[in-house]
């Protein structure tokens, strides 16, 4: 029977040749398909996380986690993004991050996935509380659970071409963009199901290329194979039909997200037709689809699962098998009917007995799934070459001080969170934030107030109404809490000679770089450079530095030279006003200018400049976008390729929601970036074809976007694209 042959009645009832399917609707019938799991399979559960589950959780960046809202709605998705994400507050209790539909409550269930390993822990509970997006957990079960789903897929493996995702026939949520073609490339999911007396239970399932098979517009179909037979999902749609699962394709950060009602078959021909090597598949799961959806995952993106990085340090973490063992033991003392707890400890004290085990076990994964049917089976992981950017990478910091420069600015003085190190940049150049904020990696673009090659920086960070960096940086950081830096980077700084005069113009936070510059001066016994330094603020209580500037301008009456503009009482600065303030400064022939702010001030200085034939090579500008417009948002997955000299480097899919640049890192592609809001130009990339909507403004020239630069990190693709990095 072909995939042609399959039709669905109005009642809903699968049919092959116009013959009903037969489905499994008894635990007698279930039991009778596919067995009961041997009394040592249940002896591996255990009530609490012990020191073993706990270390797992320590290194494990994403989980998949399966819970109910408020409205009964079915739900699966992934969560995490970075190593010990979880928090263990106890070992019965744990929280997290959740960003996402729906409130969880009631019964939960999770497995956690370390990267490059085939089994994952398996954990259930019920939620305690939530508050905002953090989630509490009440745990009453944990397990190993086997290998086989991650092998059969081939998760850790380097990805197999997609196979050609065929029409859906009818209607339904299948025919939604991107739903096809994300099936037949998923060959891992993370299926959640509930019983009818408060348990969940959320496990993985993998097969060779397409793990879930479309037969119309609304309805799945999904092989269950041998395993251990404890067979929960099963047992459990006997009782509650509605499930969901979240499906992940290798290479690509999005997630597909499904939510129905499930049923059992055992229908030959039906399993037939889902056969490795002529062997079928013991049943199948027959899922009504309601909703299916790709969308990007900010938990696959952060945690880089495809990148040689992610790949856990088996040294690190507890073998699962092993962890597995001596769960085994703690149970079988008290237990009936499984082999005695003596015998396994003393089995477990013999040296190397662990390796021995994996041995074992490899060599039983490979043996199981070759009667399966499936061929090339790889218990080990993959090590390709890593082609993750590395010449700017992230430098932990830690926060030494938090300085008050207004009522809506701080700086924060940050070290290194190891051995001390100096921060070398140029003065005037910025670094970007990284830090998480309710489970979301966040990255913000601010310069340097300090000056270089000391071992603290100081970044100045004005509060934006509605900013979700300022909002975190001026509410919820502490001393002694930990962020990350990228950078530095700019071209906006200092030049390696130093004219006899600068003339800095700044309004509001532009003023940041400039005190970097001012302060660096100031400090050099062998520059003798004038400065003069034209400030616009609101009001006086709004003037940042204003006590610093003053000192210093106190201090040097020589060398620097301070002018304020308050535009409440002033007035806003324009073309007139700042001509009539150069022309009083009588600069040389040589004299540089450096504007920083918003685009008013810019217009403003430009104009006048242009007005006194100031030469533009000796202007040097740094602009503030606070804000963009998405313009066109795409709505289907594109692919992108990235190419140097006309070689393709990487092929990724951006899924909708994504910039070039996020698919890009997630994938480990070599993709520059710094700001990532559109501001400094580093991710500015060559666009070979196709067709991307970037938001607006950014700081692209006219001339530049006529000549084809996109940037990635505001870039959403409209069409297959192909960009190329050979410039670089």
């Known amino acids: 029977m072909t995939w042609d042959n399959m039709s669905i009645t109005d009642s809903g009832d699968v049919t092959g040749n116009s013959r009903a399917l037969h489905r499994l609707t008894t635990v007698a019938q279930v039991e009778a398909t596919v067995g009961r799991p041997a009394p040592i399979i249940m002896l591996k559960e255990l009530g609490a996380l012990d ?75 019920s939620v305690a509380a939530r508050k ?66 408060g348990g969940s239970d959320t496990s993985p399932r993998g097969d060779r290329q397409a793990v879930a098979r479309i037969l119309d517009g609304r309805t799945l179909l999904i092989p269950d194979r041998k395993g251990n037979k404890r067979a929960d999902t099963l047992h459990n749609l006997l009782q509650d039909d509605q499930l969901s699962f979240a499906a992940l394709v290798p290479g690509r950060s999005g997630v597909l997200h499904v939510r129905g009602r499930g049923s059992i078959t055992d229908d030959p021909a039906l399993l037939e037709t889902l056969a490795l090597r002529g062997m079928a598949p013991q049943a199948a799961l027959l899922i009504d689809v309601e909703d299916a959806e790709v969308l990007g995952s900010d938990a696959v ?109 701080v700086t924060l003085v940050l070290t290194d969170v190891d051995s001390p190190g100096s921060f070398d940049f140029h003065p005037g150049q910025f670094f970007t934030l990284v830090a998480d904020i309710d489970g979301r990696q966040e990255r913000r673009a601010y310069s340097a107030s300090s000056a270089p090659g000391r071992d603290r920086l100081e970044l100045t960070v004005k509060h934006v109404a509605g900013g979700r960096f300022s909002t975190h940086v001026h509410r919820g950081l502490r001393i002694g809490d930990r962020l990350a830096v ?89 073309p007139d006003g700042v001509r009539r303030w150069v022309t009083g400064l009588s600069p ?41 417009d998405p313009g066109s948002a795409p709505t289907a997955p594109q692919e992108m390729t990235v190419e140097h000299d006309g070689h393709p480097v990487g092929t990724v899919v951006v899924e909708p929601g994504q910039t070039l640049l996020d698919a890009g890192l997630a994938a480990g592609l070599p993709m520059p970036y710094s700001c990532t809001v559109g501001n400094c130009g580093d991710c500015m990339l060559k666009l070979r074809s196709g067709e991307v909507a970037q938001n607006e403004p950014n700081c692209l020239t006219p001339q530049q976007k006529a000549d084809g630069y996109i940037l990635t990190c505001v870039g959403h693709p409209l069409s297959k694209t192909t960009l190329d990095i050979t410039d670089l």
């Open 301 to 409: 993106v952060r945690s880089r699962l495809w990148t040689p990085g992610a790949l856990v340090d088996r040294g690190a973490v507890p073998d699962l098998m092993a962890l597995a063992g001596k769960h085994l033991t703690a149970n079988s003392t008290t237990a009936k009917g499984g082999p005695p707890a003596f015998l396994l400890k003393a089995i477990g004290a013999i040296p190397g007995m662990n390796r021995l085990v994996r041995l074992i076990m490899n060599r039983a994964y490979r043996s199981g799934l070759e009667k399966e049917g499936y061929e090339d089976i790889e218990t080990g992981r993959r090590r390709p070459a890593d082609n993750s950017a590395t010449n700017n990478p992230l430098r932990e910091v830690r926060i030494a001080e938090i300085r008050t420069e207004t009522p809506t600015t």
């Open 588 to 628: 040389a022939a040589d004299t540089h200018y450096y504007v920083c702010g918003p685009e008013p001030l810019m217009e403003a200085v430009r104009g006048a400049l242009t007005g006194l034939e100031v030469s533009p090579e000796l202007v040097h500008h740094e602009r503030y976008i606070s804000g963009t």
């Open 51 to 125: 020191e073993g589950c706990r270390a797992v959780l320590a290194h494990c960046p994403i989980a998949a986690f399966g819970y109910r809202d408020v409205d009964g709605v079915s739900r699966t998705t992934f969560i995490g993004g970075a190593p010990g994400f979880v928090r263990v507050q106890s070992e019965t209790r744990i929280s997290f991050s959740l960003n996402g539909a729906g409130d969880p409550q009631g019964p939960v269930s999770f497995f956690f996935l370390l990267p490059g390993i085939g089994e994952v822990l398996r954990v259930n509970g």
């Open 132 to 197: 905002g997006v953090q989630t509490t957990v009440d745990i009453e079960q944990a397990y190993v659970h086997c290998a086989q789903a991650v092998l059969r897929s081939r998760l850790w493996q380097p990805p197999i071409p997609a196979a050609q995702a065929v029409g859906v026939e009818g209607v339904g949520p299948l025919v939604r963009p991107g739903v096809a073609e994300f099936l037949a490339a998923a060959p891992f999911l993370a299926l959640s199901s509930w019983d009818s007396s």
């Open 486 to 574: 990228r950078g530095p980077a700019g071209s906006f700084h200092l030049e390696p000679q130093l004219p006899a005069q600068l003339v800095l113009v700044a309004a509001g936070s532009g003023v940041t770089p400039m005190m970097s510059m001012i302060r660096t001066l100031l400090a050099d016994p062998t520059a003798r450079a004038r400065i003069a330094l034209l400030y616009s603020s609101r009001c006086a209580e709004e003037v940042i530095f204003a006590d610093q500037l003053a000192r210093l301008a106190n201090d040097n009456p020589d060398r620097l030279a301070v002018t304020h503009v308050l535009t409440r009482r002033d007035g806003r600065l324009d």
